[in-house]
């Protein structure tokens, strides 16, 4: 049924002021057009045998395809009779006369899902329940053998009355849906539905399952998350191509939504029906998400540079040649020797630049031009070193190339006396995903304690007791693996990595929930545990202890950080905020 809605205002089941004259059909009494499509034209009117205003689909006879147009309202009537379901349409009766076809079905209130993207006044919760509903709705029809064929925003309807029902979306117009066993009306090759929202079997012509309309759905909920359709190009060819290029993950658009969630989406978007999953591993892992936790402010087709919760895309790569271009600094100055500063100005630039626009691939270049230029000058000791640091970020941060040079951070932040806040950085910088957290955490962990064995100075745990000094390994990768890289490899040593690891984990639950005395509590608290931790992990392998002043500006970042409406978004255990 295309009930197409209308605004709110007008009581459901009023008998209207000004009805027309002509009754249609004996008992409808026409109100007002709601819209009009392929498939007829919906009036809102009022049922004056039943006294209920009702949506009242007309489809004209074509008296030269009057054999097909039956069938097909019969399909329609039929698949609408079959289903009874609070997130469908309720489809009432089909009734024509001499030059007509008319279905009837109840009249929703409210607002497709179409506008409520375009006017931008929709929450990520909010969605995730809409996508639990719609998925309940197309389960209920693929058990009873209909498919949808046509799932898309336009079609879903979000009623104004959805906390009294229940219902936080209705599913409508089955107008080209395929029943099971009945043979279709259209011939191998033809399309039907909304090229925008095809599964690439139904583009190319193919029979429709219910991994078509998972396909679409998934569709529908990714436009939203990421505010735009990737589907939707300007002529129906450049549709058809991007169709069969695939899409783009939706973690690339929304960084900041949980990772269950994502992969749902994702692998129902694949391109093979077999990839896909089923709809019940989409609706799980919306359901999961579907809870009260669910508190994000930021609406979902407000322009990315203006959310003030989500880096942009602009921003990322700003960081990203930013500390490209430090890393390359410190590299020439410290690592290999000196250079004149105009060398060191130029070769900035260009990671600076390179890094904006290109960062995996300008990490990856200038890291191999470092490693060689090293080996060339016969520091082989020293690129070993430099090896050993690099070369966990990429494995470990694959997806996020913007924040490769992020943990130069932790050895910057120990020449203050403060690295072990470095923590509290990863765990705002690795935003949603516990994995990115607790993998920025340990490798700046890994890259302050290279760098003191590089450099000789003390920035956390200072050298192994017993390290020579960078001359006696710097021409030797053997000296440079058994002086430096093996002791660095105990157990006791690469303890404080699970431990930076552990904090930048948990940090963003810690904080999460309500601002003011409370949350700075659990900050300090938080700050607390990773101060003493931090001590009995340096006391147990002989390390100096960590100066006092260390303790009081962590557990001032801490609480600096609680204090604030967190820009860490992280999954809650039945939300997302």
Not at 138 to 165: F, M, S, W, Y
Request: hydrophobic share 50%; charged share 20%.
């Amino acid at each position: 049924m295309n009930t197409v809605p209308r605004a709110a205002g007008a009581p459901s089941h009023a008998r209207p002021a000004t009805p027309r004259d002509e009754l249609v059909l004996g008992r409808f009494r026409l109100i007002e057009p709601l819209g009009s499509g392929g498939h007829g034209t919906v009036w809102e009117a009022y049922d004056e045998r039943l006294q209920r205003t009702v949506a009242l689909k007309r489809i004209a006879c074509a008296h030269d395809a009057k054999h097909d147009d039956h069938r097909r309202i019969d399909r329609e009537a039929l698949a609408a009779a079959r289903l009874s379901h609070p997130a469908i349409v309720a489809f009432h009766e089909a009734l024509s006369d001499h030059d007509a076809y008319y279905l009837v079905s109840e009249i929703v209130r409210g607002a497709s899902l179409a506008k409520r993207y375009a006017a931008g006044r929709l929450r990520d919760r909010e969605l995730i329940a809409i996508g639990v509903a719609l998925a309940d709705a197309l389960a209920h029809a693929h058990a009873r053998g209909v498919i949808h064929r046509d799932v898309k925003p336009q079609n879903v309807i979000i009623a104004v009355d959805a906390g009294e029902t229940g219902a936080h979306a209705k599913l409508t117009d089955f107008g080209v849906a395929q029943i099971a066993g009945e043979q279709p009306l259209t011939r191998t090759g033809d399309v039907v539905g909304t090229l925008a929202y095809m599964a690439p079997e139904q583009a190319d012509g193919r029979q429709a399952s219910p991994a078509t309309d998972l396909y679409a759905l998934a569709l529908t909920l990714y436009e939203g998350f990421a505010g735009e359709n990737p589907l939707r190009g300007a002529t129906a060819v450049a549709t058809v191509k991007l169709l069969s290029e695939g899409i783009s993950p939706l973690a690339e658009k929304r960084p900041d939504l949980p990772r269950r969630l994502v992969r749902a989406i994702d692998r129902a978007l694949s391109i093979d029906p077999a990839e896909r999953g089923s709809l019940g591993d989409l609706r799980d892992a919306l359901a999961s998400l579907a809870g009260g936790a669910a508190r994000r402010a930021t609406t979902l087709r407000q322009p990315a540079s203006t959310r003030p919760t989500e880096l942009t895309g602009r921003a990322k790569r700003l960081i990203a040649g930013a500390g490209l271009a430090a890393l390359s600094a410190a590299a020439l100055s410290s690592v290999l020797g000196p250079h004149t500063e105009s060398t060191v100005f130029a070769v900035a630039s260009i990671a600076l630049v390179a890094g904006a626009f290109a960062p995996r691939a300008a990490w990856l270049t200038l890291a191999f031009a470092a490693l060689a230029s090293m080996a060339i000058a016969g520091q082989l000791g020293t690129a070993l070193l430099l090896a050993v640091a690099l070369a966990p970020v990429p494995f470990l941060i694959a997806r996020d190339p913007w924040m490769w040079s992020l943990p130069a951070l932790a050895p910057l932040l120990g020449l203050a006396g403060v690295a072990a806040a470095f923590p509290a950085l990863a765990a705002r910088a690795g935003g949603s995903s516990p994995w990115r957290r607790a993998a920025l955490g340990a490798v700046g962990y890994w890259w302050v304690a290279l760098t003191e064995a590089l450099s000789g100075h003390r920035l956390l745990l200072g050298a192994v007791s017993g390290a020579r000094p960078r001359a006696g390994w710097d021409g030797s990768v053997g000296g440079a693996f058994t002086h430096v890289v093996e002791p660095l490899c105990t157990p006791g040593r690469l303890a404080p990595a699970a431990l930076w690891a552990l904090a930048a984990l948990v940090l963003p639950w810690v904080l999460r929930g309500s601002a003011g005395f409370p949350r700075a509590c659990r900050a300090a608290a938080w700050a607390a545990a990773l101060i003493v931790a931090g001590l009995v992990l340096a006391h147990r392998i002989g390390a100096p202890q960590p100066p006092l002043p260390l303790a009081a500006a962590l557990l001032a970042l801490a609480v600096a950080l609680s204090l604030r409406r967190a820009r860490l978004r992280v999954p809650a255990r039945s939300g997302v905020t």
